[in-house]
């Protein structure tokens, strides 16, 4: 017996401490301070840089603690839990009590809320209770719902009341939270997101998983008409626009524009435009031998075509383009010769030689990896390099989004019912004072005591009114 | 462009109501507090015209779109949504005194927005503000600062009148109104810029959603702004725990304003995000 009562001791402190407010305040201010690490050491893509600064003991106790992804770490999705947890079990605790306010029976001779009215509260009118109190409940009427009367030969009470739901205003902000964070774990189970670049004229139908950088495959095929940028006068871009076409076996192929703010959806996939360049594409080589009357050789190539130059057996491949090496090399092509016996040779051949023979030691540019000469009798000059753009497409997928956005409006409703609307109680009493009756109004409010106390101006200015006119009658 | 040079017009008006706001502080003198008053209204009346010009003058350049596109109008917009609540709260608590801290903060904000360091050219946008949440976002988060902006005026005249002593004849403090009053406004205040923040957010949210196809990203911005609305949360909840009205509610929503401020500038000047076309 002893064990049994200790044990529900036991789990009714942790039921108090789970369902304390000062809980929930330690939790809030704990997610805002773990917050603001996460905006100071660099997360994700940006952590790598920040983390080759740091000493091996200091590097092991951040990953350790996951800070390089904190808002993702086991810890931080902790403490989210645990102040859902709160709220649920807040919410559970306190449901009783709002139950019981919100089918407490209205009472309607209460004579507590009129101790200490302000005596602008309270006039006399001409004429007996009995008729008084007739046009007091029409009036009522016109503005609530469920007028209550009770009345004695001396005096008279009329009760009515509004906003009794807005008890329940902040159980709809809790459930709010709880939507929306049901809709981000089912977003991130059951959705994912990638990305994947499409050259002006090509295909896909695969895009890379952010997550682990894994391809995955469509289903469908997505073929990049065009690609365009529109700029303003001064300079800044205007439009970024990606024409579109999805091809899908079995279906006519739909066409779709892609710009900035207006994705597209095909196949349950949304589609955004995030990014933009061009890569190098094609490669056109001017090729001398020296000593031969060969004179200049043309070509184009693709990267990584293969070819090979007249009086050689070698092949010859450009491995590589770039539209500008190092950042301030220029245009710059790797090329590659296998000669049929002996090693491979491997140079880089510039689009802007003249400059770079001006601005880089001369050593430098004669060195094997450099020289355009390295495969003897011939010479490499790079004319022009053709670059094709390509546009860079996000593609998403969130079963969760629409529980998210309904969170959102239950939250905002949530608030307006639980900080704009109240419980008001108002009771008139309508009291015999000789040929006169005396009128007098009073309220009770759960919340905005500043909302209840207009009211009870308004009611009674407008009832004074009234009854002033209605006196002259008789 | 004569917007700009309504503006900077328009500070030195809330200077002077700053300065005689203050005269009817130290002095008493109520006059000075109805000179001020008028000054204020005349000055946000120029503060809207200027801003409705600028709005009409990006038409003209054909570029045309709502004046809450980059830092210098958000700052315009800012100080305009303060004077605007400021007025409001005049109107209603018949009390100037908040006016001295308002003025202040609305001066100081656009004395730097008039500053050579902020770019007062209209731009055109850039596609990523090419959508129709620019306005709902912008006005909901500003329009909650501001209102954050005199929760914060009110705490500091809270704490302020929290120094009276019936024994010193101070009329600093004699014309502030009761601390009661002062801190259910705060929190009237607080619970306004509350929503507002909630809808700031959620307007981000959908708009990040169709331009950059996530709701949520954690960027700097996104995760400053979520820690101001935990720190609001935690102040609306504070309400409910006993003991903790009044000098303990002023200090926390002040410290809320100081996360409000780092949101906007902070994140803009010393972190650095997706947001960071608004500097």
């Known amino acids: 017996m002893m064990i049994e009562s200790n044990n529900k001791k036991k789990s009714n402190s942790l039921w108090n401490m789970l369902s304390s407010m000062k809980l929930t305040l330690t939790l809030l201010i704990l997610l805002a301070i773990t917050s603001i690490f996460g905006t100071l050491i660099p997360q994700q893509q940006e952590a790598m840089k920040f983390a080759q600064g740091l000493s091996p003991g200091l590097l092991r106790f951040f990953e350790l603690l996951g800070l390089f992804d904190l808002y993702h770490s086991l810890w931080f999705r902790a403490i989210i839990a645990l102040l859902a947890l709160n709220l649920v079990i807040c919410s559970i605790n306190r449901l009783p009590t709002t139950l019981r306010l919100f089918r407490a029976p209205s009472r309607t001779d209460r004579s507590k809320p009129f101790e200490n009215l302000p005596p602008e509260r309270s006039f006399l009118v001409k004429g007996g209770i009995e008729d008084v109190g007739r046009h007091v409940a029409n009036f009522l009427r016109k503005r609530y719902r469920g007028v209550l009367i009770k009345s004695t030969p001396e005096k008279s009470y009329l009760y009515a009341e509004r906003g009794r739901y807005s008890y329940f205003g902040v159980y709809f902000v809790h459930f709010s939270i709880l939507l929306i964070l049901m809709g981000g774990i089912i977003g991130s189970v059951f959705g994912f997101d990638a990305y994947v670049n499409i050259l002006e004229g090509g295909t896909v139908d695969t895009v890379v998983l952010r997550r682990d950088m894994t391809p995955m495959k469509l289903g469908f095929s997505v073929h990049c008409e065009k690609f365009s940028v529109e700029y303003y006068e001064n300079g800044s871009p205007k439009e970024f626009r990606s024409d579109l076409s999805f091809h899908k076996e079995g279906t006519l192929p739909l066409k779709g524009s892609l710009l900035m703010n207006q994705p597209f959806t095909f196949g349950g996939i949304t589609f955004y435009q995030s990014s933009y360049g061009s890569i190098p594409s094609k490669v056109h080589l001017k090729i001398q031998k020296e000593g031969s009357d060969l004179g200049e050789l043309v070509i184009e190539v693709e990267t990584g075509e293969t070819f090979s130059v007249p009086g050689s057996e070698s092949q010859i491949q450009v491995e590589d383009a770039v539209s500008n090496l190092n950042g301030m090399m220029g245009p710059a092509a790797l090329i590659s010769v296998k000669p049929k016996e002996g090693e491979e040779i491997r140079f880089w051949v510039f689009q802007d030689i003249e400059r770079l023979s001006k601005q880089y030691p001369e050593a430098m540019l004669q060195a094997p990896r450099m020289n355009p000469s390295s495969f003897k009798p011939y010479t490499f000059f790079l004319q022009n390099l053709e670059s094709r753009s390509y546009t860079g497409l996000q593609a998403n997928k969130d079963p969760g989004v629409s529980l998210v956005w309904l969170g959102c409006f239950i939250m905002v409703a949530g608030f307006f019912m639980t900080f704009f609307t109240s419980h008001r109680k108002i009771w008139v009493r309508i009291s015999k004072s000789e040929e006169e009756a005396r009128i007098s109004v009073a309220g009770r409010t759960n919340s905005n005591p500043l909302t209840l106390e207009k009211e009870l101006d308004l009611v009674t200015g407008q009832l004074h009114k009234l009854l002033d006119k209605e006196g002259k009658k008789i | ?279």
């Open chain 2, 1 to 279: 462009m004569i917007n700009s040079v309504i503006l900077s017009y328009t500070t030195f008006v809330y200077f002077a109501s700053f300065m005689l706001y203050l005269i009817m502080m130290v002095m008493g003198k109520e006059i000075m507090g109805r000179v001020a008053s008028l000054l204020t209204i005349g000055g946000l009346i120029a503060h809207t015209v200027a801003i409705i010009l600028r709005w009409v003058e990006s038409y003209q350049m054909g570029i045309g779109h709502a004046p809450l596109s980059n830092w210098y109008e958000s700052l315009v917009f800012f100080a305009w949504a303060m004077i605007f609540f400021y007025v409001l709260i005049e109107w209603r608590i018949r009390n100037r005194s908040i006016g001295t801290f308002a003025s202040l903060l609305a001066l100081l904000i656009m004395a730097y927005a008039s500053s050579s360091s902020v770019d007062s050219q209209i731009q055109p946008l850039i596609p990523v503000l090419k959508s129709n949440w620019l306005i709902t976002h912008v006005i909901t988060c500003f329009v909650g600062y501001a209102a954050f902006g005199i929760g914060f005026c009110l705490s500091l005249l809270y704490l302020v009148k929290k120094l009276d002593n019936p024994k010193k004849k101070n009329i600093f403090i004699k014309v502030i109104p009761d601390s009661d009053i002062l801190d259910e406004l705060n929190y009237q205040m607080i619970i306004i810029g509350f929503i507002l923040l909630t809808l700031g957010i959620i307007t981000g949210a959908v708009w990040a959603h169709s331009a950059w196809g996530r709701y949520w990203g954690w960027d700097p911005k996104e995760t400053w702004s979520f820690i101001t609305w935990l720190v609001y949360a935690a102040v609306l909840h504070s309400r409910m725990i006993r003991g903790w009205q009044g000098k303990r509610m002023a200090i926390f929503s002040m410290i809320g304003f100081f996360c409000v401020i780092f949101t906007y500038y902070g994140v803009n000047f010393i972190l650095s995000g997706l947001h960071s076309y608004a500097t």
